[in-house]
Nanobody
Framework: QVQLVESGGGSVQAGGSLRLSCAAS????????VGWFRQAPGKEREGVAF????????WYAGSVKGRFTISRDNAKNTLYLQMNSLKPEETAMYYC??????????????????????WGQGTQVTVSS
């Protein structure tokens, strides 16, 4: 079991930026597929961005491409999500997730919530118009 702790959420106006962090409690962090999900009230949890073990490949939801950047620092066991040009509809609880299985298998990204065994408690992002 990997403990994940998110931070960096808050309230911003539309067009603003936030940087989320997720600290992991395992020394094998570099072997984990990690990523970010978000969930707004009354909506399903959706994948936002994911990154492979070495950081060489990333996946983004279409709605955030060009505005969000995912990165990881394996030396610090930390995952980041830089969010720019935020929109009110992106108000949600943001969760980081980690799993020991590869992010990509046979060229396909596996980013559905059910495949991730480890979750943080979430950090709230509120974007006002």
């Amino acid at each position: 079991q990997v403990q994940l702790v998110e931070s960096g959420g808050g309230s911003v106006q539309a067009g603003g930026s936030l940087r989320l962090s997720c600290a992991a409690s395992t020394y094998t962090y570099s072997t984990y597929c990690v990523g970010w999900f978000r969930q707004a009230p009354g909506k399903e949890r959706e994948g936002v961005a994911f990154i492979t073990t070495g950081g060489g490949s990333t996946w983004y939801a279409g709605s955030v491409k060009g505005r969000f950047t995912i990165s990881r620092d394996n030396a610090k066991n930390t995952l980041y999500l830089q969010m720019n040009s935020l929109k009110p509809e992106e108000t949600a609880m943001y969760y980081c997730a980690a799993d020991g299985a590869p992010c990509v298998n046979y060229g396909l990204w596996y980013v559905h919530p059910g495949r991730f065994a480890n979750w943080g408690q979430g950090t709230q992002v509120t974007v006002s118009s």
